[in-house]
């Protein structure tokens, strides 16, 4: 069985400020995983993946997570929150084929001026 | 390139009514999928299609039936409408073994 979890429904941050949103993940095997970000009443828009490459994986929009296996940890980050950047976060793992995805119950990004 | 489009954007149903959710990709991608997104769950798999002509279920099929008659097309049929199905769904289509491409979604009531 596979699992992730976003250990925070909320987070609040000024702008200009570092952002971190945490996913930990458990899976029997080596998985994909994937950030995605929401946008309020938009679908849902890839962010960055990681597929057993790289261990740091660069994103779009300044992004990027790191990909711990000892800690069974996908965190994604940046360096300087944006306005533009408040939205909700899914942090997705997949092992195996297409259908066994599992989706985190996502994170509210919170940007204050 | 429009990439995927779910018809329609909003929906109310009264319970018992039946409807299809439109969803139609220009990617030429072989998968495609149908999520239900409720607040605090994530996103849930109803159905999933690996082709043409070929189906499955997903983690919470119950209630919606699905078909794949063309590589773009790939409604979902909800039988008889439940207030259980108050959701906003989500189509995703995808290139083989790799990240999923989102339709804006369908907010639909159920009454």
């Known amino acids: 069985a596979q699992s992730v979890t976003q250990l925070d429904s909320h987070v609040s941050v000024s702008e200009g400020t570092p952002v971190l949103l945490r996913c930990n993940y458990s899976s029997s095997y080596s998985p994909s995983l994937f950030w995605y970000v929401q946008h309020p009443n938009k679908g849902l828009q890839l962010l960055l993946k990681?597929?057993?490459?790289?261990?740091l994986v660069k994103g779009i929009n300044g992004f990027e997570a790191e990909f711990k296996k000892s800690e069974t940890s996908f965190h994604l980050t940046k360096p300087s929150a944006h306005m533009s950047d408040a939205a909700e976060y899914f942090c997705?793992?997949?092992?195996?084929?297409?259908?066994?995805?599992?989706f985190g119950i996502g994170t509210k990004l919170q940007v204050i001026p | 390139n429009a990439g995927v489009t779910q018809t329609p954007k909003f929906q109310v149903l009264k319970t018992g009514q039946s409807m299809t959710l439109q969803c139609a990709q220009d990617m030429n991608h072989e998968y495609m999928s149908w999520y239900r997104q409720d607040p605090g769950m994530g996103l849930r798999l109803i159905h999933y299609s690996v082709g043409a002509g070929i189906t499955d279920q997903g983690e919470v099929p119950n209630g919606y039936n699905v078909s794949r008659s063309t590589t773009e097309d790939f409604p979902l049929r909800l039988l008889s409408a439940a207030p259980s199905q108050t959701s906003v769904y989500f189509c995703?289509?995808?290139?083989?073994?790799?990240?999923?491409?989102f339709g804006q979604g369908t907010r639909l009531t159920v009454v």
């Open positions: 990681y597929t057993s490459a790289a261990t």
């Open positions: 995703a289509s995808s290139p083989g073994q790799s990240e999923a491409f």
């Open positions: 997705v793992v997949r092992r195996g084929g297409y259908q066994k995805v599992t």
